[in-house]
Every structure is written in structure tokens, then in C-alpha cells.
């Protein structure tokens, strides 16, 4: 078939569009530049296709067939082989859709592709490993039982049509997948497999760098021979709300302190209105941020924190509109008012926002978007097209996301007028909300009751708001840009400015061709994080700043320009990224805002209290994620907990904010590097207009060091970390005891050879959890390995004494394969550490982390990788005993005990940490 595929003239690869003998629909991808190559498979079958007396079906499948084929049958094998070539691999089961994907180093791609092929024409289903899999979707069922998004879903299920298949329970646990009498659920399994998972539902996407002919030729080989059995997918036609779950008022408790009101205007499937995206266009105006708009006039009067627009489920017969608010403590007393003031800004949209230049501009900056998209990781590639095949025509595959042919007025107002009061939902999250019941599966509080019609008519008694007012046109948007000359490709950043005060790097990027950059700039304090009380009252005024600048910001940020601001170590970060049009512009704005500290009582007070509940939250996060948040709060010497900090930021005064942001400020040391579209002359330029500005606040100061606190020479330090879930988690962390490039090398590779086979053992065989693995972690330059588990089913003790274990015997595991397999195993590593980036900010960023890691030849990853090549497997083995295998090994081990675990042993050591601040202060720094 003809490539006809509308493709970005900044975009180099090739496509090719098949359909296969047995209707399986392919789209192959040559991507010149490709470091690996990659595959995905979408499937158009989900959770609203499972069985209702097998809730949780579709998921519990898509967990299988990564547990053996007819031709590979060891299970595991196809996680060892994809690690062993440098790759990596996952999949996600939808209402309508599952996926499948990997990437995997060129020369193991063809293999892959026949293991990968094995999932859809002869899985296994090994009766041994069925029960052993359920009980891992049941630890992922478990695991976020706590989790508030999940839990408001399960609310959601509960509230709609019940005929409807969004109404199933879609995760699926130990209950929903039990064996029954004479019905085994690996029978059911088979049946699901055989019904739904038919080629003429599936696409597949393949990307590599090679030429297309030979993959061509392999594929009709391969994937020709995946039944198809014409599957039609009918999906019933009943609407998602009946009368009876419109015109209602949603109440939910959650877990976190949150407060939040949705408005959902539910509507039809807008799918075949793609070319002209009706809701893309009204999103552009009622979600506008800028002055007049409805979250301005909200946020002025302290109703709200953030609003958004546009969200909601949606499905092959229904779309939720959502407009979610963010409420201050007024406006969850004010819900009414706010939604009196909503039905007044869709009102003056639908009176006066019909203009072409609207439109215009949102089609503008679409199309600029298309023009100069970003290239992607292959996987990303193969993943996001995979997908796409299934909602839009072949010419649209790539184009269809950003394509706005025009103002179709008709379709708009048709959108719009189902923005009635006659046809909404609302919802209300709030802590101390009344409840009447309790969620399925979940627990979840909450309570229904009907809108009347009184209220409803209170919406419209409130006097016209005045202020509401429909976005100017945006000063920021130009007409399509054009990168700017070569200056010579460079290989990496250079310095063009340095003083006592200010190091400025440039660097002109000329591969990518795309007028876009990055601007970094990263300002040094000794007083921004000297103390918890200072890091609390720092991360408050990078909350105040971002929050003052959203109105002044919000047109740059529609035409293409963003930033962020970020705590580090030693201070603070701007990072200011998009299209190079507006950026000097955008930059001025930002630092003249962050000079002025214009910081109203009522807002101080409103963020404040929101970074207070966001703090005291974690305690509710999920085991393995507060001890991932501990390893850096234990470990560095200048980061403090959320809990820690929130003690802290609950006295803290307005007055008290500006006193310490002019000690902050006294003394300066910054680091700054533009990357991309800029000449040398622009960033130098930029370089003086920021020195002049630094000269006017304070004096020059020093960089802060990264102090990392040793562990060396302590043997087993445990701490326990509070928890009020009832998993148990376990986080073990070995640190290097130097930061040189072989140390480097050896914790990479160890990481690397260990990870599948952990993963295998702890998670696929001896069923410990859901949440199971190993992680290379580089803290302040110096490496490090962590082990983590988090288990609905072991205590702390049991978990520790299944890593110990597992790392006694991995030696001797290593020692039997073939020399072939670790040959391959350090290849795959080694390109996998020297991957080429994709696109401009993976290599900006990249390069911004180099400076920060004192990398300054920007070398150190070909360094490591070529270190590789002679590290032997009895080295490896000598370095992992030496450090794990001792009697007492020098390690962190950080741990929660689960509710559901109370009786049982609790882990104890000699080195216990009780007092962290005092911990920290007694040990011994590493700085490097």
C-alpha cells in the first residue's frame, strides 16, 4: 500500500502502512537515527469487554502472557533476554484497549520479535504460574487500596448506568479470579484469549533503523500467523448516565486532605469530529488562566487554588466534560457561587467566543507544534502510534493529534449547548464531608443526593460578574519559526561568561533542527536550605512565585513557552524551555516578578495551608514510595522530610518569608546554560543583562556542596519509617566508598545482571508483592544499588532475610551462564549507558546534569561504558561480596511494617536510627 501518511517536515523516518493476510494492520517505521529498535502491539480489548462474573479478565490476561509460550516456555525468560540486550518492556491493560511493548539493542530485534510474537499466537498459561499471577494482581489491587485516585474511580463505577461496562470493577483480585467449582480460571483464561484476541483487532507498530524491506518480509512470516477469527467488537449501546445518575451531587472522603469540586457535562463520542477538535477550541477558552478569565476572577475573590478544563473519561459511546477547581477553605463554603459564576463565563463564551482569530490561533499553535515536534525514543514511538491507528484514518495517524481543519460553528454550539444545568454531575471531595456509603473494593466514603431545582435556579440569581472577560489575541504567538544558522556543530556546552558570581554555558544546537531551547539557571544560597525551617520557607516561596505568576505567564505558555521552578540542594532552579520567539521576553517577566515579591496576606495564606496539606499527606503514600522519599532525606545532609518541613512552615510568617528571601538573596553563586536555538551573541548578551541584575541584589557568593552522609564503616543501620497502610515495605541501599569511573562501572553492571533475575525470583515465583526490583542510584556523584520490595503478604524481616538470600545465591547464578550470554550482557549495557538522545531536552537536560555532576568534559558516560568491556564476571562477583555478602555489610535499610503485619517479627539491628537530625550530624560527609 502507498505510504499517505501526512508526516512533519521536521519529521526523517519512514513509514510504511500493511495490512496482513489475516487483516492484522501493521505501520513499520525507519528511524535512521534509532539507537534501538522497538515493537508494540495494541489490542482493541479491555476491561469493558471482561466477563461480568470475571471482573478484571482483561488485566489478569495481559499479566500472563509474559509467563511463557509454546516455543519459549521458561517463564521469566522473556524479561532476561530483553535486559540481557540492553531493553526494556511493559504493558497496560484500558477500558478498550491493551498494550504491549518493548525495545531491545538492533541485533537482538528479530528474536525479540519472535518472542514477542509468541504472546498472540501460542501462550502457555502454565497452571503452575496462574495462581502465582493472581496473587500478583491481587498485590497491585492491594497496593493501591489506599490510593485516592483509585478509590474516587471505584466511586465513579458506582454512580453511573450499572448496565454500563465502565461500571465493572477493572483491576481484578484474588476474589474476582478464584478457581470456582468446575470452572478453574485458567479455562476462562483461554476462552478470553481465544474470543478477543483476534489479528483483525490488533495493530502493531515495529520501528528499527535499518531499511523496511527485510522487516517487511519477517513480519508477514511472523504475525501472519495470529488467528483471526473476524472478531467484531460490539460494545452495548446504553448510555453511561440514565436520568437517574444525572442532575446529582457527588460527595467523597478522601484519604489526603484534599478539597475539590467537578462540574462533568457528560456528552457523546466526539471521535468523528477529530478533524475539527470542538473541544480543543472550547478548552482553549474556559480554560484559559490569564486576566478575566474564570480562574482568574475565582482566584482573585479566594475561592479557589487551580482550575483546569477538558478532562474526563471517555469511551467509544461517552466523553465526560470536566471543570475541576481546587478549593481554599472559602471556596468549599462557596460552591454554589462558583458555580453560578461558571454558568456565567459559558454564557459569554457562547455569546461572544465564536471567532475565526480563536480559532485560528489554536489551529497556529497546533500546526507549529506539528512542524516542529520533537523526535522520540522508539518505544514512545511505537507505543503512541499504536494507538492512534485505532482512532484515526491512515493519512492521520501522525497528523490527526494536531489537526484543526477549520471553525465549524454548527459542531461547537452543538458541544455547548449540552453545558446545561439540566445535564450536569457534580462532585465535591473534602475531608469532612457527610457520608452515607462506602465503595465496593475500595471502602471509599461518599454520599449521593439530587440537585433541585431551587438550587439550580440560584445559579443564575447571581448579579453578571463583570470582570469575566474572553482572552485578548496572545502577544507571544508568532507565525511559524525557523531555526536559526549553524554556528558550527560544536560537541557539547561551553563557557562564555565567568566571574565570582555568575558561570553562564552555551551551547548552539544544530541537530535537531527546531527553533526551541533550554535555559537553565541555578541559584546558589547558603541560607536556602540551611535549616528544615529555611528548605520549608524556600519551597513556600517557589510555591508563592509560581502561583504569581500564573495570570502574567499563561499566554507564553500557550504559545509554546514554560518553565519551572525547583528546589536543588543548594538553592533554587529556573528552567525555561519552548520556542525561542519569546523567551528573553518570558525570562524578564519571571525575573522581575521573583525580584518584586509581591506576595498578597490571602494568598500567602492560601498556599501556605495548600503545602501544608500536601505535606502532611505523604504520611498517607504508599510504603515503597515514602522509602524512596527517605533514602534522599536520610542520605543528604541538606534535604529534611514533609512532615519535618510542614512542623516547621505552620509558624512561619508572611514577614518572616521576605526576612529570609533577603538573606537568600544577600549572597549569590549561579550557574546558568542556554542550550538549543540561541547564538552565541543572544546568550551572551543574556549572560550581562543577568549579571547586571545579580549585581543590584547581593553579593557574590559560593556553591553550596552536596554533602552525602557515609555509610561506610557502620554495618546494618536500620530506620523504620511510619506507615498506615497495610503492606510492609523494605528498601536496602549499598553505597560506593568512592565516586571514581570504575566504581561506576561495577554498580551499573551489577544492577543491570541482577535486576531480571530478582524481579523473577521474588516477585514471579515467590509472589512477595507487586512492587519488586533493583535500581542503579547515583546520590550527589557517588553510586549506589537499592533492593525493594513492598508486600501485602511478608513482614520486614521476612523481606530482608528473601534479598540477603537472593544476593548469597546470585553469584553462584552468575557463574552459570555462558560466556556468550555475559559478553552480551555487558554490550547491552554499555549501549544501553551510550544511548544518543532523541531530541533536544532529553540532550539538554543530560547535559545540564553533567555540569552539576562536575562532568565537565561531558564524557563520563562513554568513560563508564568502555570500562565494560574488561570487567570479567569474578571481578563482578569478588566486588559483590566485598560489599553485600560480609557478615555485617555496610548498608541502609529502610523499612515500614504493614498494618496487616503487626504480629509478626519485627526487624531489629544494633544500629538503630532514632534521631535523624542527630544521626546526620554525628556521621561522617562525603563530598565530592
Known amino acids: 500500500m502507498p505510504q499517505t501518511l501526512k508526516i512533519s517536515p521536521n519529521d526523517p523516518r519512514e513509514y510504511r502502512h500493511l495490512v496482513l493476510s489475516n487483516q492484522l494492520t501493521v505501520l513499520l517505521v525507519r528511524d535512521p537515527s534509532a539507537s534501538k529498535s522497538a515493537g508494540a502491539m495494541t489490542v482493541k480489548v479491555g476491561q469493558f469487554d471482561d466477563p461480568c462474573d470475571r471482573e478484571g479478565m482483561a488485566h489478569f490476561l495481559e499479566h500472563m502472557l509474559f509467563l511463557g509460550t509454546d516455543k519459549y516456555p521458561v517463564a521469566g525468560e522473556y524479561q532476561q533476554f530483553i535486559s540481557q540486550n540492553g531493553g526494556s518492556h511493559n504493558a497496560w491493560t484500558g477500558p478498550e484497549f491493551t498494550s504491549y511493548y518493548f525495545d531491545v539493542k538492533p541485533d537482538a530485534y528479530h528474536e525479540a520479535l519472535d518472542r514477542f510474537c509468541q504472546f498472540f499466537t501460542a501462550p502457555l498459561f502454565d497452571e503452575h504460574l496462574v495462581d502465582k499471577e493472581r496473587q500478583s494482581v491481587d498485590s497491585e489491587f492491594k497496593m493501591k487500596l489506599?490510593?485516592?485516585?483509585?478509590?474516587?474511580?471505584?466511586?465513579?463505577?458506582?454512580?453511573?448506568?450499572?448496565?454500563?461496562?465502565?461500571?465493572?470493577?477493572?483491576?481484578?483480585?484474588?476474589?474476582?479470579?478464584?478457581?470456582?467449582?468446575?470452572?478453574?480460571?485458567?479455562?476462562?483464561?483461554?476462552?478470553?484469549?481465544?474470543?478477543?484476541?483476534?489479528?483483525?483487532?490488533?495493530?502493531?507498530?515495529?520501528?528499527?533503523?535499518?531499511?523496511?524491506?527485510?522487516?517487511?518480509?519477517?513480519?508477514?512470516?511472523?504475525?501472519?500467523?495470529?488467528?483471526?477469527?473476524?472478531?467484531?467488537?460490539?460494545?452495548?449501546?446504553?448510555?453511561?448516565?440514565?436520568?437517574?445518575?444525572?442532575?446529582?451531587?457527588?460527595?467523597?472522603?478522601?484519604?489526603?486532605?484534599?478539597?475539590?469540586?467537578?462540574?462533568?457535562?457528560?456528552?457523546?463520542?466526539?471521535?468523528?469530529?477529530?478533524?475539527?477538535?470542538?473541544?480543543?477550541?472550547?478548552?482553549?477558552?474556559?480554560?484559559?488562566?490569564?486576566?478575566?478569565?474564570?480562574?482568574?476572577?475565582?482566584?482573585?475573590?479566594?475561592?479557589?487554588?487551580?482550575?483546569?478544563?477538558?478532562?474526563?473519561?471517555?469511551?467509544?459511546?461517552?466523553?465526560?466534560?470536566?471543570?475541576?477547581?481546587?478549593?481554599?477553605?472559602?471556596?468549599?463554603?462557596?460552591?454554589?457561587?462558583?458555580?453560578?459564576?461558571?454558568?456565567?463565563?459559558?454564557?459569554?463564551?457562547?455569546?461572544?467566543?465564536?471567532?475565526?482569530?480563536?480559532?485560528?490561533?489554536?489551529?497556529?499553535?497546533?500546526?507549529?507544534?506539528?512542524?516542529?515536534?520533537?523526535?522520540?525514543?522508539?518505544?514512545?514511538?511505537?507505543?503512541?502510534l499504536a494507538?492512534?491507528?485505532?482512532?484515526?484514518?491512515?493519512?492521520?495517524?501522525?497528523?490527526?493529534?494536531?489537526?484543526?481543519?477549520?471553525?465549524?460553528?454548527?459542531?461547537?454550539?452543538?458541544?455547548?449547548?449540552?453545558?446545561?444545568?439540566?445535564?450536569?454531575?457534580?462532585?465535591?471531595?473534602?475531608?469532612?464531608?457527610?457520608?452515607?456509603?462506602?465503595?465496593?473494593?475500595?471502602?471509599?466514603?461518599?454520599?449521593?443526593?439530587?440537585?433541585?431545582?431551587?438550587?439550580?435556579?440560584?445559579?443564575?440569581?447571581?448579579?453578571?460578574?463583570?470582570?469575566?472577560?474572553?482572552?485578548?489575541?496572545?502577544?507571544?504567538?508568532?507565525?511559524?519559526?525557523?531555526?536559526?544558522?549553524?554556528?558550527?556543530?560544536?560537541?557539547?556546552?561551553?563557557?562564555?561568561?565567568?566571574?565570582?558570581q555568575l558561570v553562564f554555558w552555551h551551547k548552539k544546537d544544530d541537530e535537531f533542527n527546531v527553533p526551541k531551547a533550554h535555559l537553565f539557571v541555578a541559584l546558589d544560597s547558603d541560607n536556602c536550605h540551611k535549616t528544615c525551617r529555611a528548605a520549608a520557607i524556600t519551597r513556600l516561596y517557589i510555591n508563592l512565585l509560581t502561583?504569581?505568576?500564573?495570570?502574567?505567564?499563561?499566554?507564553?505558555?500557550?504559545?509554546?513557552?514554560?518553565?519551572?521552578?525547583?528546589?536543588?540542594?543548594?538553592?533554587?532552579?529556573?528552567?525555561?524551555?519552548?520556542?525561542?520567539?519569546?523567551?528573553?521576553?518570558?525570562?524578564?517577566?519571571?525575573?522581575?516578578?521573583?525580584?518584586?515579591?509581591?506576595?498578597?496576606?490571602?494568598?500567602?495564606?492560601?498556599?501556605?495551608?495548600?503545602?501544608?496539606?500536601?505535606?502532611?499527606?505523604?504520611?498517607?503514600?504508599?510504603?515503597?514510595?515514602?522509602?524512596?522519599s527517605a533514602l534522599t532525606t536520610t542520605l543528604q545532609q541538606r534535604s529534611y522530610s514533609p512532615l519535618d518541613m510542614a512542623d516547621e512552615l505552620e509558624t512561619v510568617t508572611l514577614d518572616e518569608l521576605h526576612q529570609?528571601?533577603?538573606?537568600?538573596?544577600?549572597?549569590?553563586?549561579?550557574?546558568?546554560?542556554?542550550?538549543?536555538?540561541?547564538?552565541?551573541?543572544?546568550?551572551?548578551?543574556?549572560?550581562?543583562?543577568?549579571?547586571?541584575?545579580?549585581?543590584?541584589?547581593?553579593?557574590?557568593?559560593s556553591e553550596v556542596p552536596r554533602q552525602l552522609i557515609s555509610i561506610d564503616d557502620k554495618g546494618t543501620v536500620f530506620r523504620e519509617i511510619e506507615s498506615f497502610h497495610q503492606d510492609s515495605a523494605i528498601l536496602v541501599y549499598y553505597q560506593s566508598r568512592s565516586n571514581d569511573l570504575k566504581k561506576m562501572a561495577l554498580f551499573c553492571l551489577l544492577n543491570h545482571a541482577i535486576s531480571s533475575d530478582f524481579f523473577h525470583e521474588l516477585r514471579t515465583k515467590q509472589q512477595l508483592g507487586y512492587m519488586v526490583g533493583t535500581s542503579y542510584v547515583p546520590m550527589n556523584r557517588c553510586p549506589g544499588i537499592i533492593f525493594y520490595i513492598q508486600s501485602p503478604v511478608a513482614g520486614p524481616l521476612q523481606l530482608l532475610e528473601?534479598?540477603?538470600?537472593?544476593?548469597?545465591?546470585?553469584?553462584?547464578?552468575?557463574?552459570?551462564?555462558?560466556?556468550?550470554?555475559?559478553?552480551?550482557?555487558?554490550?547491552?549495557?554499555?549501549?544501553?549507558?551510550?544511548?544518543?538522545?532523541?531530541?533536544?531536552?532529553?540532550?539538554?537536560?543530560?547535559?545540564?546534569?553533567?555540569?552539576?555532576?562536575?562532568?565537565?568534559?561531558?564524557?563520563?558516560?562513554?568513560?563508564?561504558?568502555?570500562?565494560?568491556?574488561?570487567?570479567?564476571?569474578?571481578e563482578l562477583i569478588r566486588f559483590m561480596m566485598e560489599r553485600m555478602r560480609s557478615r555485617d555489610p555496610n548498608r541502609l535499610v529502610l523499612h515500614t511494617s504493614g498494618s496487616s503485619h503487626s504480629d509478626m517479627t519485627p526487624l531489629k539491628g544494633a544500629q538503630q536510627i532514632t534521631d535523624l537530625a542527630g544521626f546526620k550530624h554525628q556521621a561522617k560527609l562525603l563530598e565530592f
Open 802 to 874: 528473601a534479598i540477603d538470600q537472593f544476593i548469597s545465591d546470585f553469584g553462584y547464578a552468575l557463574m552459570q551462564i555462558s560466556n556468550k550470554q555475559w559478553e552480551e550482557t555487558k554490550s547491552a549495557l554499555a549501549n544501553q549507558i551510550s544511548e544518543q538522545d532523541s531530541n533536544l531536552k532529553a540532550k539538554a537536560q543530560r547535559a545540564w546534569v553533567s555540569i552539576g555532576g562536575k562532568d565537565f568534559s561531558f564524557s563520563q558516560r562513554q568513560k563508564v561504558a568502555a570500562l565494560l568491556s574488561n570487567i570479567d564476571r569474578a
Open 387 to 500: 494507538v492512534n491507528m485505532h482512532h484515526y484514518d491512515v493519512e492521520d495517524i501522525l497528523y490527526g493529534d494536531y489537526r484543526m481543519d477549520g471553525l465549524e460553528e454548527g459542531i461547537v454550539r452543538q458541544v455547548l449547548a449540552q453545558f446545561t444545568i439540566d445535564n450536569i454531575r457534580l462532585s465535591v471531595v473534602a475531608p469532612d464531608i457527610k457520608t452515607d456509603q462506602q465503595a465496593k473494593w475500595y471502602d471509599t466514603p461518599y454520599a449521593i443526593s439530587p440537585i433541585s431545582a431551587e438550587r439550580k435556579a440560584r445559579w443564575f440569581e447571581l448579579e453578571l460578574d463583570s470582570r469575566l472577560s474572553l482572552p485578548e489575541p496572545n502577544e507571544y504567538i508568532s507565525d511559524l519559526l525557523d531555526p536559526r544558522p549553524s554556528e558550527g556543530n560544536k560537541p557539547s556546552p561551553e563557557v562564555i561568561y565567568r566571574n565570582d
Open 660 to 701: 529570609h528571601l533577603d538573606e537568600v538573596y544577600s549572597n549569590l553563586r549561579v550557574e546558568s546554560m542556554v542550550y538549543g536555538d540561541w547564538t552565541r551573541v543572544e546568550a551572551e548578551g543574556q549572560a550581562e543583562r543577568l549579571q547586571l541584575l545579580l549585581k543590584e541584589i547581593g553579593q557574590p557568593g
Open 146 to 384: 489506599q490510593d485516592d485516585t483509585r478509590r474516587f474511580y471505584q466511586v465513579h463505577k458506582e454512580t453511573v448506568n450499572p448496565l454500563h461496562p465502565f461500571s465493572k470493577f477493572s483491576v481484578g483480585n484474588q476474589q474476582t479470579l478464584d478457581d470456582r467449582d468446575g470452572q478453574p480460571v485458567r479455562d476462562a483464561l483461554i476462552d478470553f484469549h481465544q474470543s478477543h484476541y483476534s489479528a483483525n483487532l490488533m495493530t502493531l507498530v515495529l520501528v528499527q533503523a535499518e531499511p523496511l524491506d527485510p522487516l517487511e518480509q519477517l513480519v508477514h512470516e511472523q504475525f501472519s500467523q495470529i488467528n483471526n477469527h473476524n472478531g467484531d467488537k460490539q460494545l452495548p449501546d446504553l448510555p453511561l448516565y440514565s436520568d437517574n445518575e444525572l442532575g446529582i451531587e457527588i460527595s467523597i472522603m478522601p484519604i489526603k486532605k484534599a478539597r475539590q469540586l467537578t462540574i462533568t457535562f457528560p456528552l457523546g463520542s466526539l471521535d468523528d469530529w477529530y478533524r475539527h477538535k470542538p473541544l480543543t477550541y472550547l478548552s482553549y477558552l474556559l480554560g484559559h488562566e490569564g486576566e478575566g478569565s474564570l480562574m482568574s476572577v475565582l482566584r482573585q475573590d479566594g475561592y479557589i487554588v487551580q482550575l483546569s478544563a477538558g478532562g474526563g473519561i471517555n469511551g467509544y459511546n461517552f466523553k465526560d466534560y470536566n471543570i475541576s477547581f481546587q478549593l481554599t477553605e472559602l471556596g468549599l463554603t462557596s460552591i454554589d457561587h462558583i458555580i453560578a459564576v461558571t454558568f456565567q463565563f459559558i454564557k459569554l463564551v457562547a455569546d461572544s467566543g465564536f471567532d475565526q482569530w480563536r480559532y485560528q490561533e489554536r489551529q497556529l499553535l497546533l500546526e507549529r507544534a506539528f512542524r516542529y515536534q520533537e523526535q522520540a525514543k522508539p518505544v514512545d514511538i511505537a507505543c503512541h
Open 547 to 628: 502561583d504569581s505568576l500564573t495570570e502574567i505567564t499563561y499566554a507564553a505558555e500557550v504559545a509554546g513557552l514554560s518553565y519551572n521552578i525547583y528546589p536543588h540542594q543548594g538553592g533554587l532552579t529556573l528552567h525555561l524551555s519552548g520556542f525561542t520567539g519569546g523567551q528573553e521576553r518570558l525570562l524578564a517577566v519571571l525575573l522581575q516578578q521573583a525580584r518584586q515579591r509581591n506576595f498578597p496576606q490571602t494568598r500567602f495564606d492560601d498556599i501556605k495551608q495548600q503545602v501544608l496539606r500536601s505535606w502532611n499527606g505523604s504520611r498517607n503514600a504508599r510504603p515503597i514510595s515514602r522509602l524512596f
